[in-house]
């Protein structure tokens, strides 16, 4: 499975980016898929993702703010931010599992999904 992540850029406090995560070699179906992000100095933290169902999950510092969709015709997965703040610069990466068991306590936590993209990156400015 290969994933490919686009969509980020430079964009000014209160502005909008929307990322997309491609994959090839498997459809996401229903696997669990997220977006984690990563900022220097820091550890990769949960943003968004969506397991069981189609059932969405936020992070607390985006809720509200993004928002995480899949379109299984493009097998694609999309990152809406909206009202973004520059506490939200960072490498944002997608990854999927390759269970569709994943117990919920773990759709936030990065160890629990087996294919990542290449990251792509977000920078906001004040």
């Known amino acids: 499975v290969q994933l490919q992540a686009s969509g980020g850029g430079l964009v000014q406090a209160g502005g909008s980016l929307r990322l997309s995560c491609a994959a090839s070699?498997?459809?996401?179906?229903?696997?669990?898929v997220a977006w984690f992000r990563q900022a220097p100095a820091r550890e990769r933290e949960f943003a968004a993702g969506i397991w069981r169902y189609g059932r969405p999950y936020y992070g607390d510092s985006v809720k509200g703010r993004y928002h995480i969709s899949r379109d299984n015709a493009k097998n694609t997965v999309y990152l809406e931010m909206n009202n973004l703040k520059p506490e939200d610069t960072a490498v944002y990466y997608c990854?999927?599992?390759?269970?569709?068991?994943?117990?919920?306590?773990?759709?936030?936590?990065?160890?629990?999904?087996?294919?990542w993209g290449q990251g792509t990156q977000v920078t906001v400015s004040s």
């Open positions: 990854a999927t599992s390759s269970s569709r068991g994943m117990i919920l306590s773990s759709v936030r936590v990065p160890n629990a999904y087996d294919y």
């Open positions: 070699g498997r459809a996401f179906g229903d696997y669990p």
